[in-house]
């Protein structure tokens, strides 16, 4: 085994938002790289995972889901869904059992030959633990006619069905040659940007509706304290007064109990104490500002990609 020549390669994983990519992502990795919410566009920007397997290692990359974009931060994901798709050594294409071909899916297919040229693209068919067996062959088949996918796999990222043998498929596909990430590093997003992440994921566990997408989080300070504890300041923007009070909640209860939500999944990711200090600021043009999509890893721009 330790013979064998050492492989590395990019995995994208593109697909409808809420297809399943972060779930898959952080099953492959072995650890919670990304956030995961039962809402849609919970993934903002390009977030890579880093998976070893054998003499392999495999850089999954979590992008954006795929959607009509409108605004633009809408568009700056796309943008970065579709840019990862085009980076990787092979593109994995998620979509849901129980939804099938949605007509976001044909949108996506309709691209798909342009936006991935000569890249090997799998067919994943994610949350079989949703639906009967039996409508999956069909929709494997009217799949397969729409685009001639490298092969197709059903699983349920969530519970593990199937994901060894695409993972066994993936190393296959990746190229001879030394391995891209140190052996023991899982992400290569900052730890900064990866704990805001963590309390924005549980901002969007809380908060209702739209709000969650009208805010951002960014991490103002990390102090590295003497006593082995990390002192960390997050600002949460939101884009109109009234959010914040919502934010905060009666008696700033929500806050409370997002900070120490956030903070217990910090603290476990850097395995040691941490005081978390989260604060609230009216920002209503954030959604506007260049710096806001730097913060989050996205390009500012203006296109219709
Ligand atoms: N039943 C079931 N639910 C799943 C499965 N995989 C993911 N989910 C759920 O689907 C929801 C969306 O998962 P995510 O991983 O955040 O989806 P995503 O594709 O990254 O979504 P965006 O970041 O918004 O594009 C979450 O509530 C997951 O728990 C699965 O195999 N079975
Ligand atoms: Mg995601």
Redesign the pocket.
């Known amino acids: 085994m330790t013979d064998a020549p050492t492989k590395a390669g990019f995995v994208a ?1 593109i ?12 099953r492959m990795v072995g650890a919670k790289v ?11 920007a390009r977030i890579r995972g880093v998976a070893m397997d054998g003499q392999a290692q495999l850089i999954f990359i ?4 795929l959607f009509k974009p409108r605004r633009r931060l809408d568009r700056a994901m796309v943008a970065a869904a579709w840019g990862g798709a085009a980076d990787a050594d092979v593109v994995v294409l ?1 979509i849901e059992a129980h939804r099938g071909m949605s007509e976001g899916v044909k949108a996506i297919l309709a691209n798909l030959a342009d936006r991935t040229g000569k890249t090997k693209v799998a067919l994943v068919i ?5 639906v009967k067996s039996e409508g999956l062959l069909a929709l494997t088949r009217d799949m397969n006619e729409a685009f001639p996918f490298a092969e197709t796999f059903m ?5 593990g ?1 199937g994901c060894d043998a695409l993972r066994a498929w993936l190393v296959e596909q990746v190229p001879e040659g030394p391995w891209l990430y140190p052996e023991d590093q899982i992400a290569d997003l900052p730890m900064r940007m990866i704990a805001a992440e963590m309390t924005r994921e549980k901002l969007t566990l809380r908060l209702h509706q739209e709000l969650p997408y009208e805010l951002t989080v960014e991490t103002e300070n990390w102090e590295e304290r003497p006593d082995g504890s990390a002192r960390i300041d997050q600002l949460i923007y939101v884009a109109r007064d009234g959010h914040k009070g919502i934010v905060l909640g009666k008696g700033g209860e929500t806050i409370k109990a997002v900070s120490q939500a956030a903070r217990a999944e910090i603290m476990e990711f850097v395995g040691r104490p941490v005081h978390l200090f989260l604060q609230v600021k009216v920002r209503p043009n954030w959604l506007e500002e260049k710096e806001r999509y730097s913060e989050m890893g996205l390009d500012f721009k203006d296109g219709n990609t």
Do not use: F, Y
């Open positions: 994983l697909g409808e938002p809420n297809a399943g990519k972060s779930t898959l992502l952080n990304s956030i995961v919410t039962h809402k849609v566009q919970t993934t903002r979590d992008t954006p889901g998620m994610n949350k079989i633990d949703k699983i349920s990222a969530e519970r069905h």
